[in-house]
Structures are given as structure tokens and as C-alpha cells.
């Protein structure tokens, strides 16, 4: 067992909590947008949401896990907490980014949709 | 047994890319549905039937594309660590599951697209009527 392993060891469930954890809120929250956007119909609007959950999950959990293929070598402690801070860092900025974009568009879209009324 | 650390590469990888493959193409389809009974108006049989060809072409594609990418090359003297083998894997089932995040949106954008397309069709056929009762008075 050495410090790699260890460190992906640590690092896999604490990315997968996260990221399940963000994606069901962006889809609990994400529906009531969408009913919006698609005035209130509910038969489509639940399987756009599903499918759009799905592909997040795989995308961001796909990412998540190849980043593992190119991580540097560990040799102890310091460098082990080193380095599972910095790539959890940029998965979680990178996950804020998304976030902030995607409610920034979904604003904009339900904002033309009013003018247009 | 030199070889040993791929092979458990490969049991490792296979249940998890077929399992990771079902799942979604279930998922993609049972929500398929209502864009398909949309598209076709609600031409129940029609509409089903299209759907589960498309099923069969997303099984056909990803599967063959998981075999595809499923071999390991790993040229050194030494054994493979098992290091090595999570990092090898770790590169696998990744891509793969990016590739099929995407091939999933590519699948949806297709969905949006045939509504959006039929409905404007819908919109030209309850439009005619309309101008020609007009012309005629």
C-alpha cells in the first residue's frame, strides 16, 4: 500500500459525495426553472431534468475519475494533503464556475421568455 | 503469472462499462418517450418503435465502442504495480464515461431537435386552413 494509492483511496469517495450531493440540489432546484421555461408542462419537463442529471453525473464523475491517471508521485504525508487539496480544490472552483454559468443562462432564458410576453 | 494484474484490468473494467452502459441507455429511453410521443403526436405505436431502435443503435455503438478501447498495453520489464493498474483504469473508465455523458447530450440535443421541428411543422398544417377559409370570402 503506498502513498498513491492511499491518497486515491481518499480522494474518490470525498469527490463522489460532493458531486452527488451538488448535482441533486441543481436538480431539486433546477425543476421549478424549468417549469417555468416550459410552462408548467409536466411530462416534459421531468425527463429533460433526469436526462440532464444523468449527463452531469457521467461527465463531472468520468472527469473526476481520469484525473486520477495523471496524478503526480506521492511520497509522504505533507505532499499526500498537498496534493488531494489541489485537486479537490480545482474539481470544486471548476464545479462553482459551472454552477454560476448555468443559473446565469437559465436567468437569461427565463428572463427573454417574459419580455417576449 | 506475468500477466495476471491485465486480466484483472479487464474483469474489473467490463461489468462496470456494460453495467455503466444499460443503466444509462435505460434511463435515456424511458425519458425518451415522452420527446418521441411528442415528436409523432401521439402516434402511440409509431413513436415506441422508434424508440427502441433507437435503443438498440445507443447499445450498439457504446458497447462496441468499450470492447473497443478495452485493451491494456503495458511494455516494461518490471510487473505492473498495482498503482499502475488503478491509474490504467482510472484513464479507462473515466473516458468512458465522459464519452457516454456526451453521446448522452448528443442524444437529448436530437430529442429537442425533432420536437422543435415538429412542432413548427404542426404550427404550417393548422395555419393553411385558416388563409384559405379567408381567400374564398
Known sequence: MNYNILTYSIYL??????????????YTHGEI?????????????KPINNLLLIGYYLTNLGYAIITLAFWEQVNNLPQMLNTLSEHLGIIIIGLAVLHYNNVLCLNYLVKSKHSKK | MENSK???????YLPIVIILTIYVSKMLFK???YFMLDIFKGQEDIALATNKLFEIGFYLINIGWALLILKISYHSASEMSSQTLIEILSKKIGGFSIYLGVMLFI????FFRGRRKSKQSLKKVTKTPVYDVRDEQ
Open chain 1, 13 to 26: 469517495p470525498i469527490i463522489a459525495v460532493i458531486m452527488v450531493k451538488v448535482g441533486w440540489m441543481f
Open chain 2, 107 to 110: 442524444n437529448l440535443f436530437f
Open chain 2, 31 to 33: 425519458n425518451g418517450k
Open chain 2, 6 to 12: 491485465i486480466i484483472i484490468g479487464y474483469l474489473v
Open chain 1, 33 to 45: 426553472f424549468l417549469m417555468h421555461l416550459y410552462k408548467n408542462d409536466d411530462t416534459i419537463v
